[in-house]
């Protein structure tokens, strides 16, 4: 019987395409056509599968950038004009502000090559190709090596081949791992250091809704900004901005389509997600769940009712803290979100119900249990040795790094060693104290000491509280000499004696570093002394623990993909481009609560709050809306759609990508996840999690109508094509053609082998956007 079915289902697999669940999956492009091609084409895609990736040819993936290694950005036209999200212009439209001239909370638009404004260290990648290098990676690679040999002799290959590839510095090019180090695969960019900040809406606009609204469905935010990529006069990347630079002539640019978005029709999302942990165990999801998640909550949670405190209090520090503010909410919302979702999922019981059909699946075979036999009580036996250590981890991140002036003490760690060196290279200490003129810069620009001072103490004073007392810095025993173990006393001291909260006196240190004045410093001694206390307490033991963890996680994926041979695994975010499709959808988000797939302008006067900071509307925006001078951007109800939603696969990174039909034309830009989802990096629910998207409508008419700079929009390609291509409207929040999509799984070629072949806030866990 068993044996039929199998003799079947090859035959069947070899008549058939490869299909794939169109739900889950941030798909590499260089696998679309043999992965999912035909399962977009039933979707409702038009393209050809070389009209998405071609190596060759121009093709979809030449018109996405990774914007600065943390969004993304596509081309909307043929003079390097790109979109991407507001809150990845952010920072930008926060440096270029002052309380005087204030362009993030007014907006503005340059229709003039003059008006742009230059941003040094801000860069796009644009990918030339990907490429399977996982038999040249794992050449020489035996079972017998130790986890460490291991180690070695991957890194030496991914570095030789990425070397080679670079080709002398014309190009950008790394090796990631897949699949927790099952497959490896090149990619090679070109590295664009000339981008402009063309334009964006009033904050007001570009943040509607503000951490209220944040990763929440409905949304009336108009998330967008716009950059020109700039190059030399023969169209080639330079490392910086340069006076003769011209707009980049991108090989290919989106068309826009005024069409609109109905519900089932198709919709991609190409772009660069950062990071999801699919494959986390259940003991990572448990630690996460009670350990990490609720230590960062509560660390981001102080800083940031600190920081608002001052901000409210000051116009000119309000500044200062805006983006940084931002970015360390939206994963102090992202984290409350992701504990909340995982208890109402039950996300760890799920994943530990997958590690008993796993290990029964294995144990039930002799060469199985040779081969993954190990993983799971390995991974199990490491996590709990991490639960020991992990929250001074947490802590040291959190609470040390998280204060401004430790970050700051941070990156003279670097000099400092040259320092204590008696034989370090004049010319090397020369470098160090030359690299810190940009961070210092940087710090000084937007720092109150006074802000930091109170945060400094507060998170001090939650470490020395809920670590360990044996995993505590030295200094913390000196603070309980001689200050009773006051945080705030101790910060008393520190900050009247530092010299790094002057600008001047950094300067002049800077000028003539010596050893005896940064070791007497009191800020940076503490900062050393945590510091120390984390690379020889608790690193190494952390290290420990993480090679057999890497060793098992390996085997455990492996076995579960040679397990559900009738499943393609798409792998982990990694900040590689991928491509994820699906259509507009709405949703139940729990039990009677049914979510419309789109919003409009009606929803903006609704919100509409002169009170509430988060929720004022500009005057002019209030006034256009009201006599609904919608112009050209109006849908087929006369109301001006503002966002959609759609079931696309996407997380942190894919901020800003383009959203395209089944033509190819953009429909929307993505910029959030919604709350019913939370958990979506972790483990994804089909019913549940949407990509929230605006509607480029709503963007053209942020420019045109709002913010008055008709050429920028006439410097697109807008496209009025008729009716996208889809599949039709849903029911009851369920894709009508799910059902197909089930039929379609099939054996994989190879009986499952199958390899789905094939990079600032800014992470997750990290700081922020
Ligand atoms: N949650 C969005 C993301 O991670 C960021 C939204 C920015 N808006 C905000 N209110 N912080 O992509």
Known sequence: ????????????????????????????????????????????????????????????????????????????SNRGLMLSNHHCGYDALQSHSTPEKNILQDGFFATTPAEEKTNPGLFVDILVRMEDVGSKVLDGVTPQMTEQERTALVQKHQKEIADAAKENGQYVAYVRDFFGGNEYYLFVYQRFGDVRLVGAPPEAVGKFGGDTDNWEWPRHTGDFSMFRVYASKDNKPTAGPLADNVPYQPKKHLPVSLQGVSEGDFAMVFGFPGRTQRFLPAAGLQLTLDQSNPARIKLRDTRLKLWKEDMDQSPDIRLKYASKYAGIANYWKYFIGQNEGMKRLKTVDAKKAEEASLAQWVSADPARSQQYGFALNDINTAYAGLREYNLSSVYMNEAVLGTEVSAFAARMLPLYNLLKDPKADPAAVKKATADLQEPMEEFFKDYNVATDKKVYAALLQLYYNDVPKAQQPDIFRTVEKQYGGSMKKYADYVFANTFLTSKSKVQAFLAKPTLAQLEKDPAFATLNSAYTNYTQNILPKMQALQSPLTRANRAYVAALRAKNTDKVYSPDANSTLRLSY??????????????????????????????????????????????????????????????????????????????????????????????????????????????????????????????????????????????????????GGVSANLFDVEKMKVKTEDGGKTKVKKKKEKDAAGAGM
């Not at 990736?53 to 993304?72: E, H, M, P, R």
């Not at 001078?629 to 503002?642: E, H």
């Open 582 to 731: 699906g259509t507009v959808r709405a949703y139940t988000g729990r039990d009677a609560v049914h979510f419309d797939y789109k919003t409009t302008a009606q929803g903006i006067l609704e919100k509409e709050d002169p009170t509430n900071p988060e929720f004022v509307v500009p005057a002019k925006e209030l006034a256009l809306l009201k006599a609904k001078d919608y112009g050209r951007f109006a849908d087929k109800n006369g109301q001006l759609p503002v966002a959609f939603i759609t079931d696309n696969d996407i997380t942190g990174g894919n901020s800003g990508s383009p959203v395209i039909n089944g033509r190819g034309e953009l429909i929307g830009i993505a910029f959030d996840g919604n709350w019913e989802a939370m958990t979506g990096d972790l483990a994804y629910d089909p019913n549940l999690k949407r990509c929230i998207n605006v509607d480029i409508r709503y963007v053209l008419w942020c420019i045109e109508k709002l913010g008055g700079a008709k050429s920028l929009v006439d410097e697109m390609t807008v496209v009025n094509n008729g009716p996208n291509p889809g599949v039709g409207p849903t029911a």
């Open 1 to 76: 019987m068993l044996k039929l079915n199998w003799v079947k289902l090859l035959l069947l697999a070899l008549l058939l395409p490869v299909a794939a669940r169109a739900d889950e999956g941030m798909w590499l492009p260089l696998y679309v056509k043999r992965l999912n091609y035909a399962d977009m084409q039933k979707k409702g895609l038009k393209l050809t599968a070389e009209e998405i990736y071609d190596v060759n040819n121009a093709s979809l993936k030449d018109a996405i950038v990774q914007l600065g290694g943390f969004c993304t950005g596509e081309f909307v």
